[in-house]
């Protein structure tokens, strides 16, 4: 089975995700279908392309109307402020990649389950509300069915583990 995913906020994180899933050859397992970021189209696209610390992408990037492609894949782009507005129910969402830094916590993360998502996961420590902070090869066999909103911790965190 294919995860549905989105990419909340196309910064930094949002774009290595990307390159990450494309790089590691997985795109079967996780289809991005979705970014939604306040940048344009265009700018998303170049800087997806061109990366200052990974080099250049391996696979073509392009805009095609409302869609970012990559390689053969066209990935649905949005510009919305409010989470709870985001199309994640009718696009069929298995998990958000919560990537802005600013909806840590489950009552604000929980913004994308309201919009018919059905799990998020956030890209930051999460506040004490989150269902689990997972850390792979440390803590991720707690992960289960009944957690929706779980935070991968921090940046630092996944860097020390094993």
């Known amino acids: 089975m294919t995860l549905r995913v989105a990419i909340n906020g196309y910064g930094r994180i949002g774009r290595n995700v990307l390159r990450a899933l494309y790089e590691s050859g997985r795109?079967?397992?996780?289809?991005?279908v979705a970014v939604n970021?306040?940048?344009d189209a265009n700018t998303n696209a170049h800087l997806t392309q061109y990366d200052t610390a990974h080099g250049r992408f391996g696979f073509p990037?392009?805009?095609?109307?409302?869609?970012?492609?990559?390689?053969?894949?066209?990935?649905?782009?949005?510009?919305?402020?409010d989470p709870t507005k985001l199309p994640w129910?009718?696009?069929?969402?298995?998990?958000?990649?919560?990537?802005?830094?600013?909806?840590?916590?489950?009552?604000?993360?929980?913004?994308?389950?309201?919009?018919?998502?059905?799990r998020v996961l956030i890209s930051a420590p999460?506040?004490?509300?989150?269902?689990?902070?997972?850390?792979y090869g440390v803590n991720h066999?707690?992960?289960?069915?009944?957690?929706?909103?779980?935070?991968?911790?921090?940046?630092?965190?996944?860097?020390?583990?094993?």
């Open 126 to 135: 999460g506040g004490s509300d989150v269902d689990a902070t997972v850390v």
């Open 61 to 81: 990037v392009g805009v095609d109307g409302d869609h970012l492609t990559v390689g053969p894949d066209r990935i649905r782009v949005l510009a919305e402020r």
């Open 141 to 162: 066999q707690i992960l289960g069915a009944q957690h929706q909103v779980v935070s991968n911790a921090s940046c630092t965190t996944n860097c020390l583990a094993p």
């Open 27 to 32: 795109t079967g397992e996780l289809q991005i």
């Open 89 to 118: 129910g009718e696009m069929n969402i298995d998990v958000v990649f919560e990537c802005t830094g600013l909806f840590t916590s489950k009552a604000k993360a929980g913004a994308h389950l309201q919009a018919g998502a059905k």
């Open 37 to 39: 970021d306040l940048g």
